[in-house]
């Protein structure tokens, strides 16, 4: 049994996990320079609305999220999973030039989508390669290092993209350029520095669709699955909060950093509750993620002072810190080992469909109600899926 020491906890993951991590914060650096300006660019320098940023944002997240099922259960079917995990990495790489040369968009959809794509066909063979190698004892931990890793990325992405900004000007297109550096590195990273268990794909494989298969993922599976979802129909894309962020009348070269804010949070709370997940109620911990999205959600609609909107944020990323990963590792601790890959598909396909509904309903209040409108839809959502929870028995 691990330790309750961290550091002894951190030694006792297997460098395959780390590797992982670092692979994840690369492409998030890489990923979040383009999408902690991309709401202004397109807003701004391309002339669309609210909506077509909830339906650009609702249509990328939801399509890498239906896409994992496809991935995930190839993966399963080879008995392989790193071979997909490159190739998603490397597609997610070579979409970040066509955001520099976008001229309407449509062109940026179109690149939105190769971009999550991407993300879609690497996400579950990861989560599952995550799994494969982590001790039963430590899953936790490495789903909650991975994280925190993924998400150190994700706060030097918009860190960097506002030292640029300063350096250049509102030169978008630059930024996107400099932002292809990072994810060639994280697809190379990958290939040359992770080796697949070898006790993968040594037996004969069938069909994971197949309905004695599927009859595998039984009712404790299929609730995290839903609980997913609930999660992801309250919680819209994080695009919202760039929006709220220029609202308040932050100048543009610093509004980036509402994205630093959050994933800083993000970053250091993931780890901490992963590791606190190995130990306690999944469903305490779910349900105080959901209150802290209720609270997040109620300060942002109150009103969009730079000062109550760094808090809104801040209490945004701890609630995802204190979830995504917890998620990802009751998904691993109800299914199968060898169906792992499917699981993640279908538990991520219907996080996708969710995403795609509470992004258009987000924009289309932000167009017709206001900003405010759009945060309260989500607490009254958030407040739902924990009464939710309350009653389960």
Known sequence: ?????????????????????????????????????????????????AFTVGLIEGAGESIALIVKIFSGTLSDYLGKRKGLAVLGYALGALSKPLFAIAPTAGFVLAARLMDRVGKGIRGAPRDALVADIAPPN??????????????????????????????????????????????????????????????????????????????????????????????????????????????????????????????????????PFGKLADRMSHRKLLALGLTVLIAADLVLASEAHWGVLIAGVALWGMHMGITQGLLATMVAETAPADL??????????????????????AGLLWDRLGPSATFYAGAIFSAMALISLARKP
């Open 340 to 361: 792992r890959g499917t699981a993640y598909g279908f538990f991520n396909l219907m996080s996708g469909i969710a995403m795609l509904v509470s992004s258009v309903v």
């Open 1 to 49: 049994m691990p330790t309750s020491n961290g550091p002894s906890v951190l030694r006792q993951i297997p460098i395959g996990v780390w590797i992982l991590g670092f692979v994840s914060l690369l492409m998030d650096v890489s990923s979040e320079m383009i999408h902690s300006v991309l709401p202004m660019f397109l807003v701004g320098a391309l002339g669309a609305s």
């Open 138 to 271: 430590l899953r936790g931990a490495s789903f909650g290092l991975r994280q925190s890793l993924d998400t150190v990325g994700a706060f030097l992405g918009p860190l960097l993209t506002v030292g640029l900004i300063l350096l250049w000007g509102s030169n978008f297109r630059a930024v996107f350029w400099v932002a292809v550096i990072p994810g060639l590195a994280s697809a190379a990273l990958l290939t040359f520095g992770l080796r697949e268990p070898a006790h993968r794909g040594t037996e004969k494989r069938s069909n994971p669709l197949r309905r004695e298969n599927l009859l595998r993922l039984g009712p404790s599976y299929r609730w995290v699955v839903g609980v997913g979802a609930v999660f992801t129909l309250a919680r819209f894309s994080e695009a919202f909060l760039v929006l709220r962020a220029q609202q308040s009348g932050v100048p543009v070269a610093w509004v980036p950093l509402v994205m630093v804010a959050m994933n800083l949070v993000y970053a250091l709370t993931a780890y």
